[in-house]
């Protein structure tokens, strides 16, 4: 079991900067991609940015492309989604996912454990 707890979230102004952080633990000891997804109120789900365990394959929804850097730390466990340029668009509840898979996978279902979420809101 992976447990995960995401924290960073709040509330900023359009093309403001937000740091989320996810914090692993539990089995940490075996592979484990690691993404960040979104949900805002009425939507599914959705894909956001994703990062191979070693850190060497990154992937990207197009809609934060050029604005948000996925980045991981295995020997602290923890795993940065840094947000620029936000735009209210943005505004969901950001989730911190982790799979058994060494690859950068953009599905749900490819993912196996997930924290509570961060509440992201981003004024106009």
């Known amino acids: 079991q992976v447990q995960l707890v995401e924290s960073g979230g709040g509330l900023v102004q359009a093309g403001g900067s937000l740091r989320l952080t996810c914090a692993a633990s539990?089995?940490?000891?075996?592979?484990?991609?690691m993404g960040w997804f979104r949900q805002a109120p009425g939507e599914d789900r959705e894909f956001v940015a994703a990062?191979?365990?070693?850190?060497?394959?990154?992937a990207y929804a197009d809609s934060v492309k050029g604005r948000f850097t996925i980045s991981r730390d295995n020997a602290k466990n923890t795993v940065l989604l840094q947000m620029t340029s936000l735009k209210p668009e943005d505004t969901a509840v950001y989730y911190c996912?982790?799979?058994?898979?060494?690859?950068?996978?953009?599905?749900?279902?490819?993912?196996?454990?997930w924290g509570q979420g961060t509440q992201v809101t981003v004024s106009s």
């Open positions: 996912a982790a799979g058994r898979h060494n690859a950068a996978a953009t599905m749900n279902s490819r993912y196996d454990y």
């Open positions: 990062i191979s365990w070693g850190g060497k394959i990154t």
């Open positions: 539990g089995r940490t000891d075996s592979y484990y991609a």
